[in-house]
């Protein structure tokens, strides 16, 4: 019986004839990372879900906090509250939608170190990062290994999107030769963002991803598209071949991003921006979590999950540890109070 109810699953996708049961097949047979499961992440992931791609890779560094919930879908109180990891939370939610898509979730800072090995199955990529040096590194890994990748941003009510193909070129340095410097850009945290725009962002790029998996590849779109929702503006920017000839990525096959040179090398340890939190790297991946949550019992409530160990010192300090070797500490903006609570508990 549920086969029968489930079959009919993609019957409204598979009657729009470019899709048609080809398309179908290519979309189930394909395998999608999603870089960042926040405002644009969530709601690419909740799209292809239905979609029914073979096999989605969620890949997110945070958790869930109350100002993700005016515009990230998959997430609510419960979340926020129990502070969940955004790649755990979000795949929960999807299994129930879509118990034929094979869901992972991946509680990762991505870096030149990991990029490669984390990306490495994966036919596309969903840019639903919330900041610039990530797409670089996406850049050169598509650039890299020829594959594609659909870039999406959105501050306040503008939006923009694109599907970089990875086949040489114009790339997204074409677009931006250097990332700017982190004052310049406005940011969710600085300008604001509007859910309703964040929606629409993330359903063009879920199209072009559609439309790419289906087999439709001469139906993505050629001119980067940015849309102002507020004033009313749509505009389509061209990427002429000749910008390849200026270009240090797909011009001259310099990736340097990818390859850790670049001087602007992402720091070991950030304010975590608009959210009065620290990360810092320490040196051990792998963390014995059992272990911890033993050591820490006499110091606070301590909530231990398959991704991290938190530690709750008072109301608004919090240490949280995750398999990768990060840790996080909330309450403060200071590094040097992050350094010293992770020293404290943790060790140095
Ligand atoms: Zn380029």
């Given at each position: 019986m549920k086969s029968n109810q489930s079959s009919n699953r993609y019957a409204r996708q598979i009657q729009f004839s470019p899709i048609g049961e080809n398309g179908q097949a290519g979309i189930r047979q394909s395998t999608v990372a999603i870089l960042g499961c926040g405002?644009?992440?969530?709601?690419?992931?909740?799209?292809?879900?239905?979609?029914?791609?073979?096999?989605?890779?969620l890949i997110d560094r945070d958790v869930v906090e109350w100002s993700n919930l005016q515009r990230q879908a998959l997430f609510d109180e419960n979340n926020a509250t129990e502070g969940h990891s955004k790649a755990e939370a979000a795949s929960l939610h999807l299994a129930r939608i879509n118990s034929e898509v094979r869901i992972e979730p991946i509680v990762l800072d991505i870096t030149s170190e990991n990029i490669e090995r984390t990306l490495s199955s994966s036919d596309l990529v969903i840019d639903a990062a919330d900041n610039f040096l990530l797409r670089f590194l996406l850049n050169d890994w598509s650039l890299k290994h020829h594959r594609p990748w659909v870039h999406?941003?959105?501050?306040?009510?503008?939006?923009?999107?694109?599907?970089?193909?990875?086949?040489?070129?114009?790339?997204?340095?074409?677009?931006?030769?250097?990332?700017?410097?982190?004052?310049?850009?406005?940011?969710?945290?600085?300008?604001?963002?509007?859910?309703?725009?964040?929606?629409?962002?993330?359903?063009?790029?879920?199209?072009?991803?559609?439309?790419?998996?289906?087999?439709?590849?001469?139906?993505?779109?050629?001119?980067?598209?940015?849309?102002?929702?507020?004033?009313?503006?749509?505009?389509?920017?061209?990427?002429p071949p000749q910008l390849r000839d200026h270009c240090v990525a797909c011009g001259k096959h310099q990736y340097d991003f990818l390859e850790g040179t670049h001087a602007v090398a992402s720091e070991s340890s950030a304010v975590l921006c608009g959210r009065d939190a620290v990360q810092l790297q320490t040196n051990e991946e792998g963390v014995d979590f059992v272990r911890i949550a033993e050591r820490w019992q006499a110091a606070g409530r301590v909530q231990q999950t398959r991704f991290f160990v938190r530690l709750h010192l008072n109301d608004e300090q919090s240490l949280t540890l995750f398999k990768d070797g990060r840790a996080v500490i909330t309450g403060t903006d200071q590094i040097a109070t992050a350094r010293s609570i992770l020293n404290r508990y943790f060790g140095g």
């Open positions: 405002a644009l992440g969530t709601v690419v992931a909740e799209i292809l879900t239905r979609a029914g791609v073979g096999e989605l890779r999406g941003g959105c501050v306040g009510a503008t939006g923009q999107v694109y599907l970089f193909d990875g086949n040489g070129g114009p790339c997204f340095r074409c677009l931006v030769p250097e990332p700017p410097p982190a004052a310049a850009v406005d940011t969710c945290d600085t300008a604001g963002v509007v859910g309703s725009a964040t929606h629409a962002i993330a359903s063009l790029q879920a199209t072009e991803a559609i439309k790419w998996l289906s087999g439709n590849r001469e139906m993505n779109r050629t001119k980067l598209l940015s849309i102002d929702l507020w004033n009313n503006r749509i505009r389509e920017l061209s990427l």
